[in-house]
Every structure is written in C-alpha cells, then in structure tokens.
C-alpha cells in the first residue's frame, strides 16, 4: 500500500527533480531539492487549474454548438 502511494504521488516528482539535478550539478543538493519540489507543486497546481479551465470552456462551447 505505501509503495503504491509513493509511485503514485511522489514518483513523477522525484524523477524530474533528480534528472535535474544530475544535469546542474548544484553545490546545495537538499536546497536545490527543495526548491525544485516546491516549484513542481506549482506547476502542477497550474496545470491542474488550466485542465480545469479547458474543460469549463469546452463545455460551453458545445452547449452553444448544440444551441
């Protein structure tokens, strides 16, 4: 169960932000973690609200289309 949690909700997260810091090679690697963890929680957060707005949109179109 914990695993299946972590592969859900963490996994995506983790990966990016250790390719990332394989590529940058940052001094601070708990500092540079963080901050990148922080910044994929506000993508996330937006693209999740742009899905959202998409989808508002879409359906208004086709209520108009049907109309």
Same mark, same amino acid.
Request: proline fraction near 1%; hydrophobic fraction near 40%.
């Given at each position: 169960?914990d695993? &299946?949690?972590?592969?859900?909700n963490v996994?995506d ?5 250790l ?5 940058g090679?940052? &001094?601070d ?5 963080? =901050?990148?963890?922080?910044a994929?929680c506000? =993508?996330? =957060?937006?693209k ?6 998409a989808? &508002? ?11």
């Amino acid at each position: 169960m914990d695993a &299946d949690y972590l592969k859900k909700n963490v996994n995506d997260a983790l990966t990016e932000a250790l390719a990332s810091m394989a590529v940058g090679m940052p &001094d601070d690697k708990v500092e540079y973690m963080g =901050r990148y963890l922080k910044a994929y929680c506000q =993508r996330q =957060r937006v693209k999740a609200k742009n899905s959202e707005e998409a989808g &508002d949109a879409e359906s208004k179109w086709a209520a108009n289309e049907v109309a």
